[in-house]
């Protein structure tokens, strides 16, 4: 190893027990926003995508928005504002074009002008708080165009229910309507019913609950990645895609954590109760296998683990999960998406 690595590892071992010091994690986690900031949102307001040749997703964005508020960093807010509405927001529907990053000609700009509506939800929600926050009209009128941008173009009907579709165009079937349960982000629903048409909020939210409900599968009875909702009214996983409760999936539970009452899966808890047994907490679980990958998951992943541990009202498990997710926060190497949800699940940037 050398030096200036070793340099570096040094002091995110050190952050990490700072972390865990009493009366000193506040200043701590300001620290991580700061290295979030330093390693993960270029100086345009530009959240990177390292593992994707540095390529900026809407999704992206949308949490180093989030997370902007959560800090009440106004500057950085404004600059990642400005970067998205000026590269994504190119649609003439509003939507944001999901995928920005280096063209095979060698210029960069939009790879691909399909939405995802995550990207346009959370971006959205990110909006309207930021304007509570800080007073700021232009972002409540900025949110509420996209928000009624989602509500237009996105907006299903599946067995008298109201589904969100993941993109504008790609999902929809012959035989039913491809959904990635993790787009469905609760606490945005909540607030977008506050402020844009409360009565068609309210029914995605509650027809979102039972979406998720129904989208647990097999003995480890985790939500699927994705899932498709057949014309029978039946949903079944979206195989073609994914058979695993994985990366993607582990933000219904980040998401469901913000409820005040507590509807998380099942398993959850059986998977709190395997790392007990085997020591960690595993990259994905094979939904159809009904098994483990043997691969540990990452510090993001540990970190909402941790939050499920502490709203299930086990604080020793809920510490040493924190614990555990701070160190491999400082092993991890630019991982914008990890790191975005370790922030997500240890701070209230999305209540």
Not at 196 to 224: N, T
Not at 281 to 310: C, F, Q, R, W
């Amino acid at each position: 190893m050398s030096m200036t690595k070793a340099i570096k590892l040094f002091a995110w071992l050190a952050l990490a027990f700072l972390c865990s010091v009493p009366g000193v994690a506040s200043g701590a986690e300001q620290t991580l926003w700061g290295r979030y900031k330093a390693d993960i949102i270029d100086k345009d307001g530009r959240v990177l995508d390292y593992y994707q040749d540095k390529n900026s997703h809407s999704e992206g964005q949308g949490y180093g928005m989030l997370l902007a508020v959560a800090y009440d960093d106004q500057a950085t807010f404004d600059t990642l504002w400005k970067w998205t509405w000026q590269n994504l927001q190119k649609r003439s529907d509003k939507l944001l074009a999901w995928q920005w990053g280096k063209r095979d000609n060698g210029r960069w700009d939009v790879i691909d002008y399909n939405n995802a509506s995550d990207g346009d939800i959370l971006t959205a929600y990110a909006l309207l708080r930021a304007s509570e926050k800080w007073g700021r009209a232009e972002f409540k009128a900025d949110g509420l165009q996209l928000v009624k941008a989602i509500r237009e173009n996105l907006a299903m009907n599946w067995d008298g229910r109201t589904v969100i579709l993941p993109s504008y165009y790609g999902f929809t079937k012959d035989d039913g309507i491809v959904v990635n349960p993790s787009y469905i982000i609760l606490p945005a629903y909540r607030r977008f019913a506050k402020e844009d048409d409360r009565k068609f909020w309210e029914k995605a939210y509650e027809d979102g609950l039972h979406i998720i409900a129904l989208s647990s599968f097999g003995y480890k009875s985790l939500p699927a990645d994705w899932v498709k909702l057949m014309d029978n009214g039946k949903i079944r996983i979206h195989g073609e895609r994914s058979v695993y409760a994985a990366h993607e999936s582990v933000r219904v539970i980040l998401h469901l954590l913000q409820e005040d009452r507590s509807i998380l899966p099942k398993g959850v808890a059986e998977t709190l109760k395997f790392y007990e047994g085997a020591g960690y907490i595993p990259l994905k679980a094979d939904l159809e296998e009904d098994t483990y990958s043997m691969h540990s998951a990452s510090a993001g992943v540990y970190a909402i683990y941790g939050a499920a541990a502490e709203k299930l009202g086990k604080k020793a498990l809920a510490e040493k999960l924190f614990k555990e997710a701070r160190e491999k926060l400082g092993y991890e190497k630019n991982n914008y998406y990890s790191f975005s949800l370790y922030l997500l699940a240890t701070t209230q940037a999305l209540r």
